[in-house]
């Protein structure tokens, strides 16, 4: 892989190269950005035009991709470009005191030795204070990648000695021509891009399941239209089983509802309507219901977030859509339907 293979992720790109080109490459980085969007290839790529062999004077910092060194590292068997990942929940204390012994060695066969420390915010506190001290070490033949979706739970300590790169999240049409590029159907890459958050990674993860969402969307959305509550308070039960699950179904819905706002208003059909199909269309939903659905799932989001009961969450979101598909009195406690 090489940078060229980054989509989307233009700046970041030519600020490391700018570093690599100019031999002013920073002693650790953090890369931050939702999972799926890039962070790991990014420092793997990183990584390989660090110990390339193809430097010169002409060279523009892309790894080669030829080399000896850069064939390694593509193989993930370069000596001195080491991932650590979390073993189970934690990246461990014992994990970082190997690094430690491994930084104090030189570089075997390259010019720096690359530590990819993955998940970075899985660090416990003992294990992020043994890494300050490397980072705290003048610049030398060593490089710390630091990965992380959550910049937040990195100690303030170890944030502050990194130079911070953010992963661009991709614009919609982007990710769904890449997908319809790898040969995914034009709804499904559609579909899935709206849902992915700016991340191709989960894009790609999105559409591998989409079948099922699909289903679970034409369902949900057909029982809302019927005001069918016995359905729908099934479905907040097996959509509650987790947190990401539920926030995800969540996610699904604002795309659903957000789309049928739109064609509420005016706009011509989208994705969505091909998705659940002519046939429930209607369902009593007028611009101000899907306007007031709409507000109703931000909040669940948000109350989502806020470590609210999952299961009663759904329920009352759920047959709060139900009362806007069909009419009838708004539950308390809800955002009332504006004039
Ligand atoms: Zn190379």
């Known amino acids: 892989m090489r940078f060229a ?9 030519r600020l490391l190269k700018a570093a690599l080109v100019r031999d002013r490459v920073a002693h650790a980085y953090l890369l931050t950005g939702p999972p799926g969007s890039g962070k790991r290839s990014m420092a793997e790529v990183f990584a390989a035009a660090l110990d390339c062999e193809a430097r010169g004077p002409e060279w523009d910092g892309e790894p080669c ?28 204390l014992e994990q970082m005191q190997e690094l430690r012994r491994e930084n104090a060695r030189r570089p075997y066969e ?20 043994c890494l300050l001290q490397p980072l705290e070490e003048p610049p030398g033949p060593a490089v710390f990648l630091l990965l992380t979706a959550y910049p937040a739970r990195i100690l303030p300590t170890i944030a502050s000695r990194c130079s911070i790169l953010k992963m661009a999240s991709l614009p919609e049409a982007l990710i769904a021509r890449a997908l319809m590029e790898e040969g995914r159907p034009e709804e499904q890459a559609r579909a899935a891009a709206a849902l992915a958050g700016g991340s191709l990674g989960r894009a790609r ?18 029982a809302a239209c019927r005001g069918d509550r016995v359905a729908l308070l099934n479905r907040a039960a097996a959509w509650s089983k987790s ?29 969505w309507r091909r998705v659940l199909g002519p046939a429930e269309d209607g369902g009593g939903l007028s611009l101000a219901g899907a306007r007031t659905v ?15 009961h999952r299961r009663l969450l759904l329920e009352v979101l759920f047959l709060e859509i139900a009362r806007c598909h069909t009419g009838g009195d708004s539950l308390p406690g809800l955002a009332e339907e504006p004039a």
């Open 294 to 308: 709409l507000e109703a799932v931000m909040w669940a989001q948000r109350a989502l977030s806020a470590n609210a």
């Open 243 to 271: 947190r990401e699950e539920a926030q995800e179904r969540l996610e699904l819905l604002e795309a659903l509802y957000r789309q049928l706002l739109l064609e509420a208003g005016g706009s011509p059909p989208g994705v």
């Open 5 to 13: 293979d980054l989509l989307g992720q233009e700046r970041n790109v």
């Open 65 to 92: 991709g030829e080399c000896r060194s850069c064939r390694k590292v593509a193989h993930g068997n370069h000596p001195d470009v080491q991932v650590i990942a979390p073993e189970g929940a934690h990246l461990k």
């Open 110 to 129: 390259a010019r720096y030795k690359v530590f990819i420390v993955d998940r970075a915010e899985a660090m416990t506190d003992e294990a992020a204070n």
């Open 205 to 222: 993860e999105v559409a591998g399941r989409w079948e099922t969402l699909r289903e679970e969307a034409r369902e949900f959305y057909a």
